[in-house]
């Protein structure tokens, strides 16, 4: 666990390469831990995605599939819900807006993940970005003001995100 945070300090700090090294060394230490190869491969999946690589990321969001579909429980977990934020944030690199949208089709309300306002806040800021992007601004427009009522501009890693969509709709 130590070293999946630090990893991901990392990677915030955009030492992308010793990030890197330390999310593989924790595959290689941990191969048994499902919670700890999830929690590397979105890690690598979310530095790929800072460093444009997109096949890399991309091949990264397939493990933590991979290992969500071998084990139920683990979706709910941090690494698994931010993964969909990360392959979102992929699809809208890709030009796949629609397929961004979808991803978040099946959950209508913040659910089960109202207590994470970061998650539920990433959600909605990723969705108003995807429907800017196709055309439908009142679709866009809700999420905005959903995520700022959520306290968007109070978070300094959302803060820039929330700024950009909103200029966009503009």
């Known amino acids: 666990v130590l ?3 630090a990893a991901h300090i990392e990677t915030m700090r ?9 999310f593989a060394h924790v595959l290689k230490c941990a191969p048994q831990s499902s919670f ?9 999946a979310r530095l790929f995605l800072a460093t444009n690589d997109l096949n890399k990321c ?16 683990l979706g709910s977990t ?26 978040f089709s099946d959950v209508k309300s913040d659910g089960d993940f109202s207590r994470d306002v970061p998650f539920c806040i990433a959600r909605h800021l990723v969705q108003a970005q995807a429907a800017a992007l196709i055309g439908r601004l009142h679709d866009a427009a809700f999420h905005l003001a959903a995520a700022s009522e959520m306290g968007a501009t109070s978070l300094p890693e959302l803060r820039a995100q929330h700024y950009y969509i909103a200029g966009a709709l503009t």
Request: glycine residues 8%.
């Open 3 to 5: 070293d999946n945070n």
């Open 14 to 22: 955009g030492q992308f390469e010793k990030a890197r090294q330390t």
């Open 36 to 44: 700890a190869t999830i929690a590397a491969h979105e890690g690598l």
């Open 58 to 73: 991309e091949l990264a969001l397939r493990c933590v599939r991979k290992e969500l579909e071998s084990h139920e429980g």
């Open 78 to 103: 941090y690494h698994g819900s931010w993964a969909a934020i990360t392959e979102s944030r992929l699809l809208l690199k890709q030009g796949r807006p629609n397929d961004a949208l979808n991803l």
